[in-house]
Nanobody
Framework: VQLQASGGGLVQAGASRRLSCAASGRTFSTDLMGWFRQAPGKEREFVAA????????WYAASVKGRFTISRDNAENTVYLQMNSLKPEDTAVYYCAAAHNYGRLGPLNSGTYSNWGQGTQVTVSS
């Protein structure tokens, strides 16, 4: 599956932003989907994930209550709604797809086999 992330940009602290990730290729509707981010000089970190049937979602502690992941399987798109943005949310955001959970689970980047190109989110103070 090919993934195309979009929606990044420059926003002020406290603002909201919605990222989108459009999938194409093989069946998307049965994939676990996740968002990760990487800030300058830091390792890529987990942000959020959602099961194929929307029953389960997972969030990093740093974004829980502020970010919401969702998906529209009919549109082959996954979203990340980001509210109350903080300067520490500044990063390149990547969407990723996994055909199964594997041994590592949805929070681990090693679970995901397909990655989008990333979209930059910059939050000014």
């Amino acid at each position: 599956v090919q993934l195309q992330a979009s929606g990044g940009g420059l926003v002020q602290a406290g603002a909201s932003r919605r990222l989108s990730c459009a999938a194409s290729g093989r069946t998307f509707s049965t994939d676990l989907m996740g968002w990760f981010r990487q800030a300058p000089g830091k390792e890529r970190e987990f942000v959020a994930a959602i099961s194929w049937d929307v029953v389960s979602t997972w969030y990093a502690a740093s974004v829980k209550g502020r970010f919401t992941i969702s998906r529209d399987n009919a549109e082959n798109t996954v979203y990340l709604q980001m509210n109350s943005l903080k300067p520490e949310d500044t990063a390149v955001y990547y969407c990723a797809a996994a055909h199964n959970y594997g041994r590592l689970g949805p929070l681990n980047s090693g679970t995901y086999s397909n990655w989008g190109q990333g979209t930059q989110v910059t939050v000014s103070s």
